[in-house]
Structures are given as structure tokens and as C-alpha cells.
């Protein structure tokens, strides 16, 4: 599933520019809206990936890993939104 890992580098992308000095104020809107992309790609992500693997993972496995592969975007957009 290249959805995975294309969620996954745009966000060690937004990472990466959050924690560099470019990061300021102005871009914050910026930041947090492609967060929300991120996050409303998972959700199909999610159904897509469960239905993908229902027949090789447990439930609770699947449940596992849809949670933490988006553990950390929500953390980075629940902090950035506060400051908003």
C-alpha cells in the first residue's frame, strides 16, 4: 500500500520543517491544513488496509497498527492547533 508510505514521508516532511528554522508563525495555517489532509487520507487508509488484511491479522492487530500509524500526525496537530 504506497498510501501508507506516501502519508508517511509527507509527514516526516512536515516534520522535519516544524523542527527547522523556517518555521514560524505564517507558516503555521499551512502546516495544520496538510495535517488535516493527512489525517482524512488515513481514515481511507483505514478501511482499505482492514479489509486488505482481514484474513491474515487478528482485529485487535489491525486495530493496532491503524492507530499507531497516525499516533504521531494527531500529536503534531493537536500541539500546533493549540497555538493556533
Keep these: 500500500m504506497t498510501d501508507i508510505?506516501?502519508?508517511?514521508?509527507t509527514f516526516k516532511l512536515l516534520e522535519i520543517f516544524v523542527n527547522s528554522k523556517?518555521?514560524?508563525a505564517?507558516?503555521?495555517n499551512e502546516v495544520i491544513?496538510?495535517?488535516?489532509?493527512?489525517?482524512k487520507k488515513?481514515?481511507?487508509i483505514k478501511v482499505r488496509f482492514t479489509e486488505l488484511n482481514k484474513e491474515v491479522l487478528y482485529p485487535?492487530?489491525?486495530?493496532?497498527e491503524?492507530?499507531?500509524?497516525?499516533?504521531r500526525v494527531k500529536l503534531l496537530y493537536n500541539r500546533l492547533s493549540k497555538i493556533k
Design 5 to 9: 508510505r506516501e502519508n508517511y514521508l
Design 60 to 64: 485487535g492487530q489491525i486495530d493496532e
Design 22 to 24: 523556517e518555521f514560524n
Design 42 to 44: 488515513d481514515e481511507k
Design 33 to 39: 491544513a496538510q495535517l488535516e489532509e493527512i489525517l
Design 66 to 71: 491503524n492507530r499507531v500509524r497516525i499516533e
Design 26 to 28: 505564517t507558516n503555521l
